[in-house]
């Protein structure tokens, strides 16, 4: 997937300097844009200023220690798998934790792995990613990070619809449905519309925006065609992942695995 030849790393590091050179005005603006967010937020009533405010402080110090180690961890395979399990488990616990406060949230770990597993052994299998530190752990990372997404929108949006037509749901039990057909009638399609978000992404790819693969090969010395057809099987393989995971929330969410207690209302964090 990376450029090759003798001047693809100049040209990747030109690229990458003359794109966004890391310099005091680069802090001055994040810290700008994020006080920015953080007033919109707060003046909006949105109820997420601090959320916002917290997201970005967590944000830059990841990403200072991801940025510290990752040229070291991508060196050995055994360290990637480390680091991928890793960004698994940060994705379980999120994504858990936004769907329920109760102690059910690890199941969380189901609809992530359900998407993500099989779509990396087909990458890595059938040789369109390498075997290496440097290939896998940003693929793993966007998958994981798509799972994430779907996983904790669906989650979130079927035990809310649930919440809120209780009523319905006991309605759909006393004409005979089963539990599990029951509760699904009622939240399929509100959780659905999590894969909306990765729909638009792929339908208007190109035409409102250029994903981080593409411009990164581009920058990195590959010529468009071979970046757009890159950028295509990280779009493809999202929508199958996010698909899954949404499938597997469902059945959790159907079968009572993951749930709320009566009253409660959803966690934010």
Sequence with gaps: MAA???????????????????????????????????????????????AVLRAGLRA???????????????RSLPLSLLFVLLMFTVAVRTAGRRMTAGPDWWWAAAPIAAGTVPALLLLVGGGLVPARGISLIPVAGILIGGALTATSLSGRRALDELAQRRGEVEAALSLGLPDRD????????????????????????????????????????????????????????????????????LELVGRGLVSRGPGDAPPVR
């Excluded at 966004?20 to 109820?47: D, F, I, K, N, S």
């Excluded at 830059?60 to 991508?74: D, E, K, N, P, S």
């Design 182 to 249: 029951a509760r699904l009638e009622i939240c399929r399609t509100a959780a659905a519309t999590s894969l909306v978000p990765a729909l638009d992404q792929t339908r208007t790819v190109g035409l409102v925006t250029l994903p981080g693969a593409f411009v990164g090969m581009l920058l990195g010395g590959a010529s468009p065609v071979a970046a757009g057809a890159v950028q295509l099987l990280v779009l493809v393989a999202l929508l199958a992942v996010e698909a899954a995971a949404v499938v597997v929330v």
């Design 4 to 50: 090759t030849g003798p001047g693809a790393g100049a040209r990747a590091a030109a690229g990458g300097s003359s794109l966004l050179p890391v310099t005091p005005a680069l802090g001055a603006a994040v810290a700008l844009l994020l006080a920015a967010g953080v007033a919109v937020a707060g003046w909006g009533r949105l109820g997420h200023g601090r």
């Design 60 to 74: 830059a110090v990841q990403l200072a220690a991801v940025a510290a180690v990752i040229g070291w961890v991508v």
